[in-house]
Every structure is written in C-alpha cells, then in structure tokens.
C-alpha cells in the first residue's frame, strides 16, 4: 500500500484507521503519527528604489515567479540560530494584480490626477527580499484527529496546533534586520514592518508558507519514528509514505524536489524488496 | 484547471483577500481579470440597450459609486478613467458577494448623502463641482480626523473604495496599458532590463 495523500492527509487516513491490531492508527505503535508538523520559517521586507522609476518601460517578465537566489552564506560561522536560510529577492514591473496600489494609497492618501500620477511614478520600484528558512520540528506543533467533527463524507477531520519555536524566532529575526541592510546598502529604503515579534519580522505566519510537511516522520528508531529511510512503515512492512508526511526537518528549499527525490527512492526499495518477495 | 474554478469561487477568493494580512493579500492578475471577462460578458448578455444593472447597489447608489471612483482615478492625457474602465461594476460585483464590503460601502454611500445633507441641504449628487471636492478633500486624509472626529468613518469608507478603484482600474485594460505593463506575452528574445539611466 502506498500512501501520497500529501502531509497531514496522509497522516489523517491512517490516524482514522484503527483497528484491533492499530488501536491508536495504523502503523502507529509509536504514538508520533501527526506530531511534528512544520512550515518555514520567513521574514521579508519590501524595499522601495526611486531610482528604478526611471527605467524605460520593458517586458520584465521571465517564467513565472521568477526571482534571484542567494543560498545560505553563513554555514560557515558561529550564529545566534541552527540551521539556515535562502534568500528570494524579486520586483520591478510585474503583472499588476489586486492590492498592488493599496501601499501607494495608504501613503499618499488624496484622489484624483495626483493618486494616479503616484501610483505610475511607484509602479515598479519596489524590490521584495524573502527569506525562508530550515524548520526544526518541535513538541507544540502538530495535528491530530478532531473528536467533534466530520467532513462532508462523514470522516472525522483534522484539527492543528502550531508554534515558532525560539530559533524560528531567531531565524526570522536575523533574516528581518540582513535583508533591511541590504535594501539599505542597495540605495533604497525598506518600507515594510521591519523589526520586531509582534510585527512577525515581516511574515512569520503559521502556514504562511504553506509549505507543510512532517506528521509521519522517518527515522532509524522505531520508537522515535513512524517511517524508514525508505519511506516504509517501521510496523507494516508493505506500507508506504511518500509525500511530505516523512520529512524530519524542513529544510529551506521549497519541498517539492525533495519530496519527488524521497518518492523515488523509495519507489526503487520498494521494486527491490518486491522483487526479493520481502513485502 | 482556471476554468474549473466557479464565478463564485472567483469572485469570493477576490473578496476575502481584502480581509486577510497584507502580506497575503495580494492576488494575481489572472483572477482579476476573470472578473473583468465575467463583466465583458454580462453585458454583452444584456439587452439593446447594453446598460449595467447593479447587482448590490442601488441606482442611486450606483451613481454615487460611479462618481466617486472617476473622482478618484480620472481620465488624463495618458488613460482614460475608472468608469470607463469598468470599476464600479467591479466594485458592484465584488460587493455583491461580500457582506463586509455590503456593509462598508453601502453604509458608508448613505454616511456620505447624510453628511453633504447636513452641510450642503442635499445628496452628494446634486452638491456642486466645488462642494463635491470640499467633502472628497475632507474624506481623503487621515489627518482631518484630528480636527473633526465625526469624519472617521467617512475616512475609512473612502480608503476602501480608493483601494477597491486602484484594484479595478489597474487590472483592467485600459489601467495595464496606463503602466506600460510589457510582460504576460510570447517573445522570441528575453533581453532583459535596460541599464538605470544616470542622473
């Protein structure tokens, strides 16, 4: 049996899929199916450079989301934060789209010839910088089965509980003040929230990022762990997990490769193991 | 996978964005524009006579909301304005789908007739072109709460409509052009940016 229902689904269907022998779920002798769930960690400032107004109109557009990338640089040194984070910087005359004037109103205020005058002289002179970075699983983050409601085919639902933990924090913090001075150093000037916690440095949202992976993690000690390096359940040897459900951290790069990559492997193991009648 | 996705859908996932952090709430072009094609073929649906019937304002409010947008993106040398644009039937569209937006700029129409009644003995309609711009000055900036605190929810009623107008004009045809926005299109060579011209 092989599972890609995506992360926290796939935990949900074998949470719901009790039995004599799988009391708490299946697969779950270890009682971590749903636990450690993660996002990314961010932060983004949005840096405005007058210069840019200058700029010959031009055909800005390349593929879709398309953005520089500096990957971490301070692996090297001695942090305030484990692990790390990429860089994202994009901007300029993109496609417009809802809510790209509402910064320009809030500043300028007023109607009239002079509004939009502000809004072309503004269009496109802003540069985003975003950071997103590893997540280290944590004990306060997780989903479990929601005892009181069902979905629409009467399958008992999902109900989560999220926090940051302090090197999240952290993370966030650092990437809030590197990316103020580098709008700054650049020429321009940051003209979003920066700065604090209570901001969310710019975008510490929970799920902000939606990129949701853990819930049934992989590991060698079946007590700690729910998976195999192979994706294969430490309890059911002919079940396999193969979406974002496995990962034991979230590392800063979007998961979706790494997902695919994690699949096929396990996708060889399980021909393997096949092939050997071992399943 | 665009087409599958309902007027409804469309028309709500536009609406909650409004509500949501600013950090979220930004919404691709595609969407919007979905809502100017919905609007491009309802009237053309429409009878001889081609005129919009508003789903959520009233026609009188309707009026208002058309002069209250050109007011705040009127045509110039470069664009033409937001009626012509197509904003407040965007707005009409969006807000019959949104109780909030029902409440804030139904309300806040009516706060404006009763204001200009109080000052003026008249809707904002009939106001003339001078007393029109002394109330728009008045609801235009945050800081004429601090000399009449009777303006505050004037204030936040015309900051919705003029993020609402930028929304509708700047999706539209007429607003991209305005932009010179370039991109969205087939192109044998990507060049990339000209250089920042000096000075």
Redesign the interface.
């Known amino acids: 049996m092989v599972i890609g229902a995506s992360a926290c689904e796939s935990a949900r269907l074998l949470l719901n899929s009790k039995s004599p022998l799988f009391p708490s779920g299946l697969a779950n002798s270890s009682g971590l199916i749903g636990r450690y769930l993660m996002d990314t960690p961010s932060s983004g400032v949005v840096g405005y450079f007058p210069q840019l107004s200058k700029i010959p109109p031009h055909n800005h557009d390349g593929t879709g989301s398309v953005h520089a990338y500096a990957p971490w640089w301070k692996y090297d040194r001695k942090n305030e934060f484990l692990r790390g984070y990429h860089i994202e910087i994009y901007g300029g005359r993109t496609m417009p789209v809802v809510g790209m004037f509402h910064g320009v109103a809030e500043e300028f205020e007023g109607y009239g010839n002079s509004l939009k005058e502000r809004c072309r002289e503004r269009y496109g002179t802003y540069v985003h910088v975003e950071g997103r970075g590893e997540m280290i699983p944590n004990e306060r983050s997780y989903c479990e089965i929601d005892p009181s409601v069902v979905d629409r085919w009467g399958i008992p639902v999902l109900r989560f509980h999220f926090a940051w933990s302090d090197n999240d924090l952290k993370m966030a913090e650092d990437m809030n003040q590197t990316f103020k001075a580098i709008i700054e150093a650049a020429g321009g000037t940051p003209v979003s929230e920066v700065g604090s916690a209570e901001h969310r440095f710019g975008h510490l949202y929970e799920g902000g990022v939606a990129h949701e992976v853990g819930t049934v993690r992989m590991g060698a000690d079946p007590a700690t762990s729910v998976l195999n390096g192979f994706c294969q359940a430490h309890d059911v040897k002919n079940l396999f997990v193969i979406d974002g459900a496995c990962f034991a951290t979230n590392p800063d790069k979007n998961p979706t490769a790494t997902i695919m990559a994690l699949s096929w492997r396990a996708s060889d193991y399980l021909l393997d193991e096949a092939k050997k009648s071992n399943l | 996978m665009a087409n599958t996705v309902s007027r409804r859908d469309v028309l709500k996932s536009?609406a909650l964005?409004?509500a949501s952090?600013?950090?979220?709430?930004?919404?691709?072009?595609q969407?919007?524009v979905r809502v100017h094609e919905m609007l491009q073929r309802d009237k053309a649906a429409a009878s001889a006579g081609g005129a919009y019937t508003p789903r959520f304002f009233t026609s009188h409010q309707y009026k208002t909301l058309q002069a209250l947008c050109q007011?705040?993106?009127?045509p110039?040398d470069?664009s033409a304005g937001a009626i012509e644009a197509g904003v407040p039937e965007f707005i009409d569209l969006l807000t019959s789908e949104n109780k909030d937006y029902q409440l804030q700029l139904g309300g806040g129409l009516m706060w404006l007739d009763a204001t200009c009644a109080d000052l003026y003995g008249k809707n904002y309609l009939d106001c003339t072109a001078a007393e029109q711009k002394q109330i728009?000055d008045l609801l235009?900036?945050?800081e004429n709460v601090r000399k009449n605190s009777g303006l505050s929810q004037g204030i936040r009623f015309?900051?919705l409509l003029?993020?609402l107008t930028?929304?509708g004009f700047?999706?539209s045809e007429i607003?991209?052009k305005?932009?010179?926005?370039?991109?969205?299109?087939f192109?044998a060579e990507?060049?990339g940016?000209?250089?920042?011209?000096e000075g």
């Open positions: 536009l964005s409004g952090s600013s950090a979220l709430r930004l919404i691709p072009l969407r919007a007011a705040i993106i009127p110039d470069r728009l235009a900036y945050r015309f900051a003029r993020d930028t929304d700047y999706t607003g991209i305005d932009l010179h926005y370039l991109g969205n299109t192109v990507f060049p940016c000209p250089p920042v011209p």
